[in-house]
């Protein structure tokens, strides 16, 4: 929690300064990085054959944190140089994460039925709509697309990759496992951009979603990359040794 609410947002602002970013684009660069861990992480651990249980428990963790601490970090962090509503982004991030989940729950619980019908269709659903979303923030910014389109690429790729190896590294110093390291990794290296979005779109600009817009798309083909490399990795006997001679070395 302290990587995905400490570490993730200073990196945002960091690049965003570095890269001198305008103050629209430094929002959504900070907005995304003080997101909780996605849920697309989930599904990436799974491939890697990491903790699903831990991805699972961070996720849902970050996810309570940041209803409260997404709002009052984009406030800490923008409050000089754009208006931050934060009362009004907490109640919306209440809004469009809590509620929907609880009713998702309920829904699951008294129309199982119903829901096993339509389960299916639901993952090619949700990457239609998550295209949808990507395609009208390019549309809105296509004006200035060319201006800003690769500074703001790259200062993504750069955050969710910093976020990656901040949290496979950090994590190693603490003793952890490299099953556990490139769980954490992978949980704090992937935030929950399509909230950033949203959350752009009502509280700052379209330029301000940018940013979280590309880094759906980016933190995906990253993740899948990493992926299909620790995965593979992790059935070699060598691997496995190091890890434990690592694991030793820390007791």
């Given at each position: 929690m302290v990587l995905q609410f400490v570490l993730m947002p200073f990196l945002a602002l960091t690049l965003a300064t570095m890269l001198q970013m305008s103050n629209q684009l430094t929002a959504g660069m900070v907005l995304v990085g003080s997101c909780a861990g996605g849920t697309a992480s989930?599904?990436?651990?799974?491939?890697?054959?990491?903790?699903?249980?831990?991805?699972?428990?961070?996720?849902?963790?970050?996810?309570?944190?940041?209803?409260?601490?997404?709002?009052?970090?984009?406030?800490?962090?923008l409050s000089e140089t754009v208006s931050v509503d934060t009362f009004g982004m907490l109640l919306s991030?209440?809004?469009?994460?809590?509620?929907?989940?609880?009713?998702?729950?309920?829904?699951?619980?008294?129309?199982?039925?119903?829901?096993?019908?339509?389960?299916?269709?639901?993952?090619?659903?949700?990457?239609?709509?998550?295209?949808?979303?990507?395609?009208?923030?390019?549309?809105?910014?296509?004006?200035?697309?060319?201006?800003?389109?690769?500074?703001?690429?790259?200062?993504?790729?750069?955050?969710?990759?910093l976020g990656l190896g901040g949290g496979f590294y950090i994590s190693r110093l603490f003793g952890f496992d490299l099953r556990q390291s490139h769980t954490i990794a992978i949980e704090v290296g992937m935030q929950n951009s399509g909230l950033g979005v949203a959350l752009a779109l009502q509280f700052f600009s379209a330029t301000a979603a940018l940013p979280g817009a590309l880094f759906s798309v980016w933190h995906n083909i990253s993740g899948s990359i990493l992926a299909s490399h620790w995965g593979r990795k992790r059935t070699s006997l060598e691997y496995l040794i190091n890890d434990q001679e690592h694991i030793k070395s820390k007791e």
């Open positions: 989930n599904v990436i651990s799974y491939l890697a054959k990491g903790d699903v249980a831990l991805s699972i428990s961070m996720t849902m963790t970050s996810t309570l944190i940041g209803v409260v601490a997404t709002p009052f970090l984009c406030s800490f962090y991030i209440l809004q469009i994460v809590l509620v929907p989940v609880a009713l998702g729950v309920l829904l699951n619980h008294y129309a199982g039925n119903i829901v096993k019908r339509v389960e299916a269709l639901l993952p090619s659903l949700s990457i239609t709509i998550i295209l949808l979303i990507i395609a009208i923030i390019v549309a809105l910014n296509s004006g200035q697309l060319l201006e800003v389109g690769l500074l703001t690429l790259l200062a993504v790729m750069l955050h969710n990759l």
